[in-house]
């Protein structure tokens, strides 16, 4: 066995001496670097295939040309440099410099040169070999780029091994927690994490393990002097080449400001909480207190208003009494913002024909205020449904009184009754001012008056009663509105379904 060994070596032995020339003509032709051999006046004896395809030019081209083919014009004297050390038989590596494509353009190359000897090893001439570092140069300054991100970035990056040793440290790290570089730097990623929190790094790197990434974890870290900082924490992993996890890199950014900022909108919304439930409190009161007065007021009134014969006189009363109605009707409203604000506004619920709540409403509004003419339309007559007739007929009177008041300079108001399959639809057209299309989506809220439409006094509070009511029957109500031509608000309600 040891005997055949040794002689198939001294085979290999041979036919390597034998072919020795053509094994190292097989190297140059298939090697990736540009091989080129030169005289010492720099004429090219030989270039291979990877100098052609380096600097563009055909073997024939070049061969017998100078060197100076490819070198730049800036840069020939670093060919008398070469040519220098050539002589004295010393070798140059890893040179790094530009050499000139045929077309013009720059090719980065690391060079190393050696002298080429004759047989009495007279030195006769260089062999240079040249590797193109382009790809090599954009490496480098992607990762100087990155580098420069990383150290100007306000946020906190640092690199750590799956271990939790700390890899790398930028100066926001530097700035957030108080430890330079060289302090942080190969210490465990612990220095920086309060003791009760050391089950999150635990998590943390499990993850990064997985090849997950964690995302704005908000937690807090410690600095140098003890001082607990906020800070949302997101962590990727650091893969190497073959796609294994082998570290994590951390972005961590100071969130103390926006906690400070939360904590204090927290503070001012429940501050106007406790003022808004203190103003509807007050409300209530003040209604209350209001609406007894007036009560009796009311009373008295009518008890004058049988006994006074006087014509004049009659006519003050009429008068007065009408003043004290409204505000008894503003009082109730504001009586029941505190009901609904307090969840007691409770409907009385009884079955009746809508058609009797519409004409009692119009023939209301009609005794009140005879300039304008109130039109029903509809041939409908049972229309019955579940509800609250007290608090329809407000939503229907709320409807009317605004039409005559947002119309003052019109004569006509149009009401409609329509029914489909499942509800009824009850609508009130006035030819009044009408409201801007930007303004109708805030119409049913609490308080709210159309600014154009100030020249009307009121507390933009019955439409928002009208709402709530008639949600709080299963129905809607909409408008539909024409800034300077008028309106038609509109209210539906499931209809009732009579065995
Ligand atoms: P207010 O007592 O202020 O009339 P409402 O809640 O009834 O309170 O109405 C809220 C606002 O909606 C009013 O201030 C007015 O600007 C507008 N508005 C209500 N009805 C009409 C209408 N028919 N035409 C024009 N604007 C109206």
Do not use: C
């Not at 052609?52 to 060919?79: Q, T, W």
């Not at 091994?161 to 060289?182: C, Q, R, V």
């Not at 409403?361 to 304008?372: C, P, T, V």
């Amino acid at each position: 066995m040891n005997t055949s060994n040794f002689s198939q070596t001294n085979t290999l032995a041979f036919d390597f001496a034998e072919n020795k020339s053509a094994l190292l003509t097989a190297i140059i032709e298939s090697s990736e670097d540009a091989i080129i051999s030169k005289t010492l006046q720099g004429i090219i004896t030989s270039w291979n295939p990877a100098a052609i395809k380096m600097f563009g030019f055909s073997e024939a081209e070049a061969v017998g040309k100078h060197i100076s083919l490819i070198i730049p014009s800036d840069r020939l004297k670093e060919e008398d440099f070469i040519i220098g050390q050539v002589f004295q038989g010393n070798r140059i590596d890893h040179f790094e410099t530009l050499r000139q494509h045929r077309d013009g353009s720059a090719v980065p190359i690391s060079l190393s040169i050696s002298p080429v000897r004759n047989k009495q090893g007279k030195i006769i001439g260089a062999s240079k070999i040249a590797r193109d570092i382009s790809e090599q140069q954009k490496l480098a300054e992607k990762q100087g780029m990155l580098a420069a991100i990383v150290d100007s970035s306000d946020d906190t990056i640092l690199s750590k091994t799956l271990d939790g040793i700390i890899t790398s440290w930028n100066k926001a790290a530097e700035h957030m927690f108080g430890y330079p570089e060289a302090e942080a730097k190969g210490k465990h990623i612990t220095l920086i994490i309060p003791k009760e929190r050391l089950d999150e790094e635990t998590f943390i790197i499990r993850e990064i393990r997985k090849g997950n990434k964690v995302d704005h974890f908000q937690t807090e870290r410690m600095a140098k002097d003890g001082t607990l900082i906020p800070i949302s924490l997101s962590v990727s992993p650091i893969l190497d080449r073959d796609g294994n996890v082998v570290g994590a890199s951390k972005i961590a950014r100071d969130i103390s400001v926006q906690q400070a900022d939360a904590a204090e909108k927290e503070r001012l919304y429940e501050q106007v909480k406790a003022l808004n439930t203190r103003k509807a409190e007050f409300i209530g009161l003040a209604s209350h207190e209001l609406k007894t007065p007036l009560t009796s007021i009311n009373g008295y009134l009518q008890i004058l208003h049988k006994s006074v014969k006087e014509e004049k006189s009659q006519q003050f009363l009429m008068k007065s009494q009408k003043q004290v109605k409204n505000l008894i009707r503003l009082v109730n409203d504001l009586l029941d913002i505190t009901k609904i604000e307090e969840g007691k506004l409770n409907f009385i619920m009884d079955k009746f024909n809508i058609r009797d709540v519409v004409a009692d409403g119009i023939e209301l509004i009609s005794i009140a205020n005879n300039k304008h003419r109130i039109n029903l339309h509809s041939d409908l007559n049972e229309l019955v449904i579940d509800g609250d007739y007290y608090r329809v007929e407000q939503v229907v009177i709320n409807l009317l009184t605004n039409a005559v008041r947002y119309a003052p300079d019109s004569h006509e108001i149009e009401v409609y009754l329509e029914r489909s399959a499942e509800e009824v639809k009850v609508g009130v057209r006035d030819f009044g001012m009408g409201i801007p299309a930007d303004k109708l989506e805030n119409i049913f809220s609490r308080f709210y008056r159309v600014d154009d439409n100030s020249s009307v006094s009121g507390l933009g509070i019955g439409l928002y009663l009208s709402h709530q009511i008639i949600t709080g029957h299963k129905g809607r109500i909409w408008v539909e509105s024409d800034f300077g031509t008028g309106s038609i608000f509109w209210f539906s309600l499931p209809l009732t379904h009579r065995l």
